[in-house]
Each structure stands twice: as structure tokens, then as C-alpha cells.
């Protein structure tokens, strides 16, 4: 069954915890991403990769890290830098296309609660 | 960098009525417009999709238009069904030469279709 699996669906961290949240896909996509989702600000990019061994950052990638080591892989490390990180964070991975951007394939999130 | 507006924010219609929601984007080289719907506690799905040499696209209830003078494009519902309840969110992108474009959302919409 191909897709996109992210782990844990939810989690709780105490303050000055790092967590990393997985992704894995089987759909042998070059580009993976990672959004962050809160009430009113619609789906904010914090990193992407569009090749193994290779990201970018997104829009709000402070207090956050992440590696592409597999293609099938791209996990997000929340640090205690990051200031509010009490949020629902989607995965998504789209084909390489080209000149093309490809449909995004989304995860069913991770949501991740400091205590 | 790219920056999407989306309105409204929520929008309640009665069954059978259409529904619009508009979009506008701030970098003129966007490329790429796809549409995706959240329904409560599921992840987002793609929709519809429009590229930039095309003025407007239809799928059987759902259409979406662009207006590159205006840098401004919306997604038309009609004949809504109460199963069209959900969040939709608008996106934009550019490819530039070799690689596909980064996805950036708008704020969302939170559709209500009243039976």
C-alpha cells in the first residue's frame, strides 16, 4: 500500500526537549517537505529537498532541523530553540518532474504538544 | 519571497448554492495554482490544479480560474452538497529551468454547507 507514513501521530515534549518526527514514503519521490499547520495561517513550509543529501529551507526553518540520508526518509528534529513549537506538522512528498511542480502527497501529521 | 492571500477565511452556504473562494499571489513568475481540500482530521488532497497558460479549468462541480494580469485566482463550487464541508487551501509556485517549485499556501478557507 504506497504512501506516505508518519510516526507518532502524537507526542508530548516538557520544554528544552528536542523530538524528531518521521516520514517515510514508498511512492520513490525525489521531493519531500515539511509544513507546519496552525488555526488561521494555512500550511507554512519549514524545510524541503528536492535530492538526497540535499534541503532547503523553508519559510520558518528556525529551531528546526532535518536530513535526507534516503530517498525514502526525511525527518524533522524540533529543537528546544524553536519557541513555540506546540503545533500539527504535515509531511508531504511530490515526484520530480522537471520543469514541473508535481502534486503534493501529505502524511496524516504528527501533532506535538510542550508541556 | 512568494506570498499567498487567501478570502474568506470561513464560509457558510446553503446546499445548492455555489460557493467562491479568491486567492492572490505576490510573485508575478508563479507557475503553478493547485487547490486542496482538509476534511475534519484527514489529510489535504488535491482538488484541482491550474498552470499558468491556461484561464480556467472544470471538473465536473469545481472550477478554478486564474488571472495573471491581476496576479489572482478562485476556486467556484457550485451546486454545493454537505460532503464539500471542509478546508480548502489555495497554493502557487514557481518552477524555474531543471527543478519543480516549493508550494506556498494561502491561509485556508473553512467551508460550511449547510443542509
Known amino acids: 500500500d504506497g504512501g506516505i507514513t508518519q510516526s507518532p501521530k502524537y507526542l508530548f515534549r516538557k520544554e528544552g526537549q528536542n523530538v524528531t518526527l518521521s516520514c517515510e514514503q514508498n511512492?520513490?519521490?525525489?521531493?519531500m517537505y515539511w509544513y507546519r499547520q496552525d488555526p488561521g495561517q494555512g500550511l507554512r513550509l519549514i524545510y524541503y529537498?528536492?535530492?538526497?543529501?540535499?534541503?532547503q529551507k523553508g519559510d520558518i526553518a528556525e529551531g528546526y532541523s532535518v536530513s535526507r540520508e534516503k530517498k525514502e526518509s526525511f525527518p524533522l528534529t524540533v529543537t528546544s530553540a524553536q519557541k513555540n513549537p506546540t503545533a500539527f506538522y504535515l509531511c508531504?512528498?511530490?515526484?520530480?518532474?522537471?520543469?514541473?511542480?508535481?502534486?503534493?502527497?501529505f502524511g496524516e501529521g504528527s501533532r506535538l504538544t510542550v508541556l | 519571497g512568494e506570498n499567498v492571500e487567501q478570502h474568506p477565511s470561513t464560509l457558510s452556504v446553503q446546499e445548492g448554492d455555489s460557493a467562491v473562494i479568491k486567492c492572490t499571489y505576490s510573485?508575478?513568475?508563479?507557475?503553478?495554482f493547485p487547490w486542496y481540500k482538509q476534511e475534519l482530521g484527514k489529510r489535504p488532497q488535491l482538488i484541482i490544479d491550474?498552470?499558468?497558460?491556461?484561464g480556467e479549468k472544470k471538473d465536473q462541480r469545481i472550477a478554478v480560474t486564474l488571472n495573471k494580469t491581476a496576479k489572482h485566482f478562485s476556486l467556484h463550487i457550485t451546486e454545493t452538497q454537505p460532503e464539500d464541508s471542509a478546508v480548502y487551501f489555495c497554493?502557487?509556485?514557481?518552477?524555474?529551468?531543471?527543478?519543480?517549485?516549493?508550494?506556498?499556501f494561502g491561509q485556508g478557507t473553512e467551508l460550511s454547507v449547510k443542509p
Open positions: 491550474i498552470r499558468s497558460n491556461v
Open positions: 510573485d508575478s513568475a508563479s507557475n503553478y
Open positions: 511512492l520513490n519521490h525525489d521531493a
Open positions: 529537498s528536492q535530492i538526497v543529501n540535499d534541503f
Open positions: 508531504a512528498s511530490s515526484a520530480f518532474l522537471g520543469a514541473r511542480t508535481g502534486e503534493l502527497f
Open positions: 497554493a502557487a509556485s514557481k518552477s524555474q529551468g531543471n527543478q519543480g517549485g516549493k508550494l506556498i
